[in-house]
């Protein structure tokens, strides 16, 4: 079963513009990470949040993470053609005798026009 | 430069005929996974390994069947059994259990290999 669901399925902006994209979860979770995929590649790490964190930033790119209410969100700003691409969320809820293991959202489609 | 490789980037599958994807990482990373992805959709896990000589069963492990003799290889059967198999296979590692914060890593993925039946 998906653990994360993704909103929007597909998101549409102009280059320059913000890009806002949410998770939403259902269990607890060890920490959340957030992916990006090129069309007929693999997947590219963005950022990773931990569950006793609130906000991170990377660049272009902030991650916040509500715990109480199980979401967090991905921000990119003043977006590139480059940035398009799907986002996945993912989040894991390895212990330290199991290790990691990410359950994947379906991901946003984002498009950003020259 | 370190990083996974997957192999063949296209494969081809007969009726009846098992098939097996490689999955070769130089990370020195204890901990590979191999995922499925469909059209439009998300990665569903099919196995996942954490350390050489042991691994375990992921959400989709039915028509699968996995081997984790070294510590840099993680090979995927797709046996017959497996009656669905077109999809793009996306192989991963992570650090594991060497790494001082478990369960606070990222993975790594090679690009993929696509499976389409004949």
């Known amino acids: 079963s998906q653990q994360g669901e993704e909103d929007p399925q597909a998101l549409s902006i102009q280059e320059g513009e913000n890009a806002t994209m949410n998770c939403s979860y259902k269990?607890?979770?060890?920490?959340l990470q957030w992916y990006r995929q090129n069309s007929g590649r693999g997947l590219v790490h963005l950022i990773l949040i931990r569950s006793n964190e609130r906000e991170k930033h990377s660049g272009r790119l902030r991650v916040t993470l509500d715990t109480s209410k199980k979401s967090s969100s991905l921000l990119i700003t003043a977006s590139r053609a480059a940035d398009t691409a799907s986002y996945f969320c993912a989040t894991d809820q390895g212990r330290e005798t199991s290790g990691s293991r990410l359950t994947f959202g379906e991901g946003t489609q984002l498009t950003v026009n020259p | 430069d370190g990083g996974i490789t997957q192999s063949p980037k296209y494969l081809f599958r007969k009726e009846g005929q098992n098939v097996t994807l490689s999955c070769e990482q130089n990370?020195?990373?204890?901990?590979m996974y191999w995922y499925r992805q469909d059209p439009g959709q998300g990665l569903r896990l099919i196995y996942y390994s954490q350390i050489v000589n042991d691994f375990q069963k992921g959400d989709i492990a039915e028509g699968y069947s996995v081997s984790r003799e070294k510590k840099e290889s993680f090979p995927l059967t797709v046996t017959s059994a497996q009656k669905n198999p077109t999809a793009f296979y996306l192989c991963?590692?992570?650090?594991?259990?060497?790494?001082?914060?478990?369960?606070?890593?990222?993975?790594?993925f090679g690009d993929g290999t696509r499976l389409s039946i004949l």
């Open positions: 990370l020195n990373h204890d901990a």
């Open positions: 991963a590692s992570s650090m594991g259990f060497t790494a001082g914060d478990r369960g606070n890593q990222p993975q790594h």
């Open positions: 269990t607890s979770i060890n920490n």
